[in-house]
């Protein structure tokens, strides 16, 4: 499956999820185990531990919530913040209404608004467009990080660089 001996040890050998992780994996593709593994042993992990170690209260359909993030539909920062860190993980149901309801979804999807946001940060800062156009190729990480203020988080840096790139010639 693509884990860490400790990832596998965990999630596999001693089963901490009760079966969450296998179930999640089935339905997403085994393909997707190494990703899932990282949202069972961060974020869900920590939800758990915060509320005193019982995964049998963890209702989170992270198959799901790992397909709206192939399909660019949400940021894994949206998931965090938007997701995982309220009371999700303990209600469960369809992640993609959830964050809809709170106007979350659409961020990594919505390529015109990133593209408007790079332009709009690029006229604003003409010294350090001249910077990287002059060889200068680390002040465009200032620029990502306008960017990815501007759009509140919700736009995919890969994409950011890459409209950037683009719109830098």
Request: proline fraction near 4%.
């Amino acid at each position: 499956l693509g884990l860490s001996p400790e990832q596998a040890d965990a999630l596999l050998v001693k089963d901490v999820t009760g079966g969450r992780f296998r179930a999640a994996v089935d339905a997403a593709g085994a393909d997707a185990a190494p990703e899932i593994a990282r949202w069972f042993l961060g974020p869900l992990a920590g939800w758990v531990n915060g509320k005193g170690g019982d995964w049998g209260a963890l209702k989170a359909d992270m198959a799901a919530v790992h397909a709206l993030l192939r399909s660019g539909k949400v940021t894994p920062q949206v998931v965090k913040s938007g997701l995982l860190a309220g009371h999700y993980p303990g209600v469960g149901g369809d992640p993609e209404a959830h964050l809809a309801a709170k106007g979350l979804l659409g961020g990594a999807a919505g390529k015109d608004a990133v593209r408007a946001a790079c332009a709009e940060v690029l006229a604003a800062n003409p010294e350090l467009v001249a910077k990287i156009k002059g060889g200068k190729v680390q002040a465009k990480a200032a620029l990502v990080g306008q960017v990815m203020k501007a759009m509140r988080g919700k736009a995919d840096a890969a994409k950011v660089n890459g409209i950037l790139d683009e719109l830098l010639g």
